[in-house]
Nanobody
Framework: QVQLVESGGGLVQAGGSLRLSCAAS????????WNWYREAPGKQRELVAR???????IYKDSVKGRFTISSDSAKNIVYLQMNSLKPEDTAVYYC?????????WGQGTQVTVSS
């Protein structure tokens, strides 16, 4: 099992930046994808960014060019650098570690972007 703890959320004005961190512990060697999801009020949880064990990344179209996912395997931390934030980025952001069979979630961190 993998334990995940997110941090770095907060309140920021539009155009600002935040860096989310996800500290992982446990059987991290079993994880094949590290993901950041977000869930806004009244909306379904959606994939924002993914990085695999080879460093290949994918992004939701609306965040391409603004968000960057990265990982520090030595420290077992996954980051989401968010620049040029918009009010529509407001959501609870969740870190996810996807194994072949199971999926592990953190508790989430709130990001609020004011206009």
């Amino acid at each position: 099992q993998v334990q995940l703890v997110e941090s770095g959320g907060g309140l920021v004005q539009a155009g600002g930046s935040l860096r989310l961190s996800c500290a992982a512990s446990g059987s991290t060697d079993r994880v094949i994808y590290w993901n950041w999801y977000r869930e806004a009020p009244g909306k379904q949880r959606e994939l924002v960014a993914r990085i695999d064990t080879h460093g290949v990344t994918i992004y939701k179209d609306s965040v391409k060019g603004r968000f960057t996912i990265s990982s520090d395997s030595a420290k077992n931390i996954v980051y989401l650098q968010m620049n040029s934030l918009k009010p529509e980025d407001t959501a609870v952001y969740y870190c996810n570690g996807r194994e072949r069979v199971t999926s592990n979630w953190g508790q989430g961190t709130q990001v609020t972007v004011s206009s």
